[in-house]
């Protein structure tokens, strides 16, 4: 696979873990958990906080492959911002 479909694909699991866990964090937000009381019958307050957590982990790992395929595009944009010519 070449690198512009990992890029792709690590971008598209970015978006999906961020948006599960702003949506996740909302709904487990302290002064918000009212509102969702028929979430919450669905699914019990452990695993909505498990499912936070571990959609912030992978959050987490996708942004450092992120990184880590966008590093020389990362060192040439800082060298163009910060060096003067």
């Known amino acids: 696979m070449d690198k512009v479909k990992i890029k792709y694909f690590v971008d598209i699991g970015l978006a999906m873990s961020f948006l ?16 969702f009381t028929s979430i919450y019958r669905v699914i019990t307050p452990f695993y909505m906080a498990k499912i936070h957590d571990w959609s912030g982990i992978a959050m987490a790992f996708l942004v450092f492959v992120h990184l880590a395929l966008n590093w020389k595009w990362i060192v040439v944009m800082t060298k163009n911002i910060f060096v003067k010519k």
Request: net charge positive; hydrophobic share 45%; charged share 10%.
């Open 20 to 35: 599960i866990s702003v949506i996740t964090g909302i709904i487990k937000f302290p002064g918000l958990t009212k509102y």
